[in-house]
């Protein structure tokens, strides 16, 4: 694939995020047909870290992004759109947070900051900085909801935490303005509408758990269990039967114990291959390490 180096505004990740996919860029780059001429769609955008490789090095001729979570949507657009307002909220947040004495305070103002985020009514910018600042200061940046919606990570003791970074914001922002990025919100199925034989689809839902206390979070209040998984399979159904091409991430249910072949069944018809890639979250030190996961395509490189 060849690559196009975008000047020195090189985009990134402005938010941490639980499956991001920076660990695995190598693996799916290889994955990826040659985008040029191509729609490109990620349904379960994120964090962006694949979005971001692809605007940095090789952008298609049109992009769509879109994800469940309303939050996260208008962060995008916010950061496209309100650049400087975001900047400016994100400093006085920050200096807030600086000036807490000890970690208790810095708790407390998390605690604060949490319960304001909850609060119906705010406008989108402020919601927006609250979200980005407690993405920075939240357990391993993980976002997770209860029943009711609420966002209900615990404080993740960071004393310097980077909550302003402004030149990924600025260089996001231009990013997103410059190749003129679509961004919807919404269930994955409504993205089908854009896909055609010149479209590359990449697929990186909620994984499935590999175990009952892998089930750490969930991004929203429905959650995203075995039959929601089959119905993201018919999408893929749909997309290859529409000549398009599409990639998808998810677990290696194999190292389950014992092991279950949930995938290997359900994409038996299309290509998948096992890659090596850390364990993101796990609360004891000594379950970090590596795992392989599974990447699915119809395109045969």
């Keep these: 694939m060849t690559k196009k180096m975008i000047g020195n505004h090189q985009g990134k990740p402005f938010l941490k995020w639980v499956g991001g996919k920076s660990q695995l860029l190598n693996y799916i780059e290889r994955k990826m047909p040659d985008l040029k001429g191509y729609t490109y769609i990620e349904p379960f955008v994120g964090g962006g870290a694949v979005l971001w490789h692809v605007l940095n090095?090789?952008?298609?001729?049109?992009?769509?992004?879109?994800?469940?979570?309303?939050?996260?949507?208008?962060?995008?657009k916010i950061v496209r759109d309100r650049t400087d307002d975001l900047i400016e909220e994100m400093k006085k947040i920050h200096e807030t947070y600086a000036s807490c004495k000890c970690l208790e305070e810095k708790k407390d103002y998390y605690l604060f900051s949490r319960e304001r985020f909850n609060k119906t009514g705010l406008c989108e910018l402020e919601k927006?900085?609250?979200?980005?600042?407690?993405?920075?200061?939240?357990?391993?940046?993980?976002?997770?909801?209860?029943?009711?919606?609420?966002?209900?990570?615990?404080?993740?003791?960071?004393?310097?935490p980077l909550i302003c970074d402004e030149s990924t914001l600025r260089n996001d922002a231009k990013l997103l303005k410059d190749n003129n990025i679509q961004i919807v919100q919404g269930d994955f199925s409504r993205t089908s509408?854009?896909?055609?034989?010149?479209?590359?689809v990449y697929l990186d839902p909620p994984y499935k758990p590999l175990s009952i206390t892998a089930r750490f979070t969930s991004y929203n209040t429905t959650g995203f269990d075995d039959e929601e998984h089959r119905r993201l399979k018919n999408f893929c159904d749909e997309i290859n039967n529409r000549h398009g091409c599409?990639?998808?991430?998810?677990?290696?249910t194999m190292q389950?114990?014992?092991?279950?072949?949930?995938?290997?069944?359900?994409?038996?018809?299309?290509?998948?291959?096992?890659?090596?890639?850390?364990?993101?979250i796990n609360c004891k030190g000594d379950g970090r390490g590596k795992i392989t996961e599974i990447l699915v395509t119809n395109v045969d490189k």
């Design 57 to 76: 090095t090789f952008p298609p001729k049109r992009i769509i992004i879109n994800d469940l979570n309303p939050t996260l949507i208008t962060a995008y």
């Design 256 to 280: 389950c114990s014992p092991p279950d072949p949930f995938f290997d069944d359900l994409y038996s018809e299309y290509h998948i291959e096992r890659v090596e890639a850390p364990r993101r």
């Design 193 to 200: 509408q854009y896909v055609d034989e010149n479209t590359f």
């Design 128 to 160: 927006t900085a609250l979200f980005i600042f407690l993405n920075k200061t939240s357990y391993n940046g993980l976002f997770r909801v209860n029943t009711k919606g609420a966002f209900n990570s615990p404080f993740g003791k960071y004393t310097n």
């Design 246 to 252: 599409f990639l998808l991430s998810n677990s290696d």
